[in-house]
């Protein structure tokens, strides 16, 4: 298994999404619910209770990590993010027989791909350092402990202002996957394709820190 780390810096503490943070997203998304039109965000305690126990069966199969994010100076939630679609493959090859060498990560074989996302904010910490600071934690661990390679990044292609976040984290835009994948609207999204990759993770660290420096 591969254990989900706390993560903290000097704005938030991204903990391991658990039972015990329900009531607090909950009261999270109630703030304003206007910019949550691409995303689903759960909306009241029941919702916001499958929502965590969906995505803690997620992280048992593997390949994803929520988050928690908590706002340190009033202690309390302001929303969740994740790892997910982690994987994990040999290089350089041989591989092993059966072909592609992706296997489960594990704290012995950490993720060497990943993408962030399944991000969401209350209205009070959107337009703050908290996203920045959660892209720095999160892009810091996956780059330096677990050593990955890539770095994966989507939003809806019609939204304007998650396309503008990620450009701002400094993410290289690489096309539009269409008809990709339903949305909470009913309709089918094409989803737009951002990456960081190793080699450009200390320019983009320089980056965010400098933005949190402001």
């Known amino acids: 298994m591969l254990t989900a780390p706390v993560l903290q810096g000097t704005l938030v503490r991204l903990e391991p999404l658990s039972g015990e943070h329900v009531e607090?997203?909950?009261?999270?998304?109630?703030?304003?619910?206007?910019?949550?039109?691409?995303?689903?965000?759960?909306?009241?305690?029941?919702?916001?209770?499958?929502y965590v126990r969906g995505a803690l069966i997620e992280q048992a199969e593997g390949r994803s990590l929520p988050?928690?994010?908590?706002?340190?100076?009033?202690?309390r939630v302001v929303g969740s993010t994740r790892f997910l679609d982690l994987g994990a493959f040999s290089w350089p090859p041989p591989w092993p027989p059966g072909g592609y060498p992706g296997s489960v990560p594990s704290d012995d074989e950490p993720p060497t791909v990943g993408e962030i996302g399944g991000t969401w904010y209350a209205a009070s910490s959107q337009r703050t350092g908290v996203n920045t600071e959660c892209k720095v934690l999160m892009l810091s661990h996956a780059f330096d402990p677990w050593g990955a390679v890539r770095v994966t990044l989507k939003t809806d292609a019609r939204n304007g202002r998650s396309q503008r976040?990620?450009?701002?984290?400094?993410?290289v835009f690489e096309?539009?996957?269409r008809a990709h994948v339903p949305t909470i609207d009913g309709t089918i999204r094409?989803?737009?394709?951002?990456?960081?990759?190793?080699?450009?993770?200390?320019?983009?660290?320089?980056?965010l820190e400098q933005l949190l420096r402001r």
Do not use: C
């Open 67 to 75: 988050f928690a994010v908590r706002l340190l100076d009033e202690d």
């Open 24 to 50: 607090g997203l909950a009261a999270a998304a109630a703030e304003d619910r206007s910019t949550y039109a691409y995303t689903w965000v759960p909306d009241g305690i029941e919702d916001a209770d499958r």
């Open 190 to 207: 094409d989803s737009a394709y951002y990456s960081i990759l190793k080699e450009e993770w200390p320019a983009v660290r320089e980056r």
């Open 175 to 177: 096309g539009v996957r």
């Open 165 to 171: 976040a990620i450009e701002r984290l400094g993410a």
